[in-house]
Nanobody, 126 residues
């Protein structure tokens, strides 16, 4: 059984930083990739960043260069370093793992991910 637990969310002023963490258990880094999605009120869930087993990454254009994704040496904890935060980054952020295919990773297809965390709220004020 794979489980994901997120932490690190909170409230911050525009331009500030937060680091999200996702602790994994059961089967570390199950599937081709693991990553972050987010969902704001009234909007669809969207992919933010993913990292594959070989270390390759993919980012949504709006966060590229601002939100590097990484893992610890044991690959049992996933991170999202969120820098230069903007109000439009406000959302509930979810850790997702065990994608059904590589297409689910590179195409940010939420429906392809079979294990999800409970989410952590990020609020950015101006």
């Amino acid at each position: 059984q794979v489980q994901l637990v997120e932490s690190g969310g909170g409230s911050v002023q525009a331009g500030g930083s937060l680091r999200l963490s996702c602790a994994t258990s059961g089967y570390t880094y199950r599937g081709y990739c693991i990553g972050w999605f987010r969902q704001a009120p009234g909007k669809e869930r969207e992919g933010v960043a993913v990292i594959a087993r070989d270390g390759r990454t993919n980012y949504r254009e709006s966060v590229k260069g601002r939100f590097p994704i990484s893992q610890d040496n044991g690959k049992d904890t996933l991170y999202l370093q969120m820098n230069t935060l903007k109000p439009e980054d406000s959302a509930v952020y979810y850790c997702a793992a065990d994608p059904a295919s590589r297409v689910g990773c590179w195409g940010f297809r939420a429906a392809d991910f079979r294990v999800w965390g409970q989410g952590t709220q990020v609020t950015v004020s101006s």
